[in-house]
């Protein structure tokens, strides 16, 4: 364990965070892992209703997935859920290589426009669906779209001459809502061409859980990359919550998600995301490893959920001291993003929010950057938040 943190370059002042939860439009929405659940299979309908408890909750953002799977595909439901939503933040996530880059720009600049800037990207740098592909080339098109868009966002023309694309080209198609360079950039990758372009690129790092080790060695890592291209990054942790009144109460619930649990069947749900065979999900696999007899591979930390996920394969499990301690080391090392989920998704809003949200301050990284103007209040701090 961490006892004496030195914070990297970027932290939290106050222990301030962006919170944010988790819709289910690739399908994995459940009352038990490793069970395809017929009563919240991925609808526009249901996935609007995770998204509208979310709002109504408080959470600052909502991540929307991305996958060749049966469920909704991202910007459409991104288009179609933003004129009912009232606060909260899409953190879209787009794989660079599905989409023409300027038109690209310019559907992710209308979608800002209809979501008056509560916009945010979840770069993927992945095989494309139905293909197996050079991770040079991956990096390069990742990167090329990137520049792309903020050439597009930021100035009057898209100049651009790439290894894989070129153009020269009008940008005023594409301008979006929010300023300052328009939507920020969250990436999260385990292998040196990903942190490269995160590095390089974007505003957020985002990291699956580890060990608090483990994962404070990449901070420092990316801290150090993105300073020797005069950058600052901030840090997300995208995790899965269990919190009950009590820890006896909490790990009951981890055990009641296992009821019906079956290795094959859940190894096979898994292996449908194109991010099953990466080397993030390979670090997840090795860490669970090393867990104990019920899968926790430090207090508080789960690991049994990346039996059934490809991706986030850990999770939070406590009372709510428990979870806020713990959330306030992560912040203490750096972390300022959260982006959370639990099962079923809006069962486990209603108490994330009962238990954490009301008690911890919590802003939206897009205000705090000075994208858009701040909308609501900073959640007031109190004891209870700084235990």
């Not at 038990?32 to 953002?61: M, P, Q, W």
């Not at 290589?97 to 992945?126: C, F, K, V």
């Not at 290894?163 to 292998?191: C, D, H, R």
């Not at 802003?363 to 007031?380: C, D, F, W």
Request: hydrophobic residues 40%; glycine residues 8%; proline residues 5%.
């Amino acid at each position: 364990m961490l006892d004496h943190i030195t914070p990297v370059p970027i932290k939290t002042n106050q222990r301030i965070a962006e919170i944010s939860w988790f819709t289910d439009i690739i399908g994995g929405d459940t009352k038990y892992l490793g069970v395809l659940d017929n009563e919240r299979r991925s609808s526009f309908a249901h996935c609007k209703d995770i998204t509208l408890a979310a709002d109504r909750l408080g959470f600052n953002k909502i991540l929307l997935p991305t996958a060749y799977t049966v469920g909704q595909e991202v910007l459409t439901f991104a288009s179609g859920v933003a004129p009912f939503t009232q606060n909260i933040n899409l953190i879209t996530a787009i794989r660079t290589g599905e989409y023409h880059p300027p038109m690209l720009a310019r559907s992710l600049a209308a979608l800002d426009h209809m979501l008056q800037g509560r916009l945010t990207i979840n770069i993927i740098n992945s095989d494309l669906p139905g293909l197996r592909e050079d991770p040079q080339l991956r990096y390069q098109r990742c990167a090329e779209n990137i520049e792309i868009l903020k050439q597009a966002w930021t100035q009057e023309e898209i100049d651009f001459k790439g290894e894989l694309y070129q153009f020269n080209m009008s940008a005023i198609p594409a301008k979006p809502y929010q300023q300052n360079g328009g939507p920020l950039l969250y990436f999260g990758g385990t292998s040196d061409g990903a942190r490269e372009i995160c590095a390089k690129y974007c505003d957020t790092f985002l990291m699956w859980p580890e060990t608090e080790e483990a994962m404070y060695d990449t901070m420092q890592d990316m801290s150090r990359r993105a300073a020797q291209y005069g950058r600052k990054l901030d840090f997300g942790l995208r995790a899965h919550v269990i919190v009950r009144e009590t820890e006896d109460a909490a790990r009951a619930q981890s055990r009641k998600l296992l009821r019906f649990f079956n290795e094959q069947r859940a190894a096979e749900i898994r292996a449908r995301g194109e991010d099953s065979r990466s080397l993030g999900v390979l670090r997840q696999d090795e860490m669970r490893k090393h867990a104990d007899s019920d899968g926790f591979i430090e207090p508080h930390l789960w690991t049994t959920f990346g039996k059934v996920f490809s991706g986030c394969g850990g999770g939070l499990v406590g009372d709510p001291d428990q979870i806020i301690c713990k959330l306030n080391r992560y912040m203490d090392m750096g972390i300022r993003a959260f982006i959370f989920s639990g099962f079923p998704l809006i069962e486990e809003s209603e108490i994330f929010a009962q238990y954490i949200l009301s008690r911890m301050p919590h802003a939206s990284l897009s205000e705090l950057h000075g994208r858009i103007p701040q909308t609501a209040p900073i959640t007031p701090l109190t004891t209870a938040s700084l235990q």
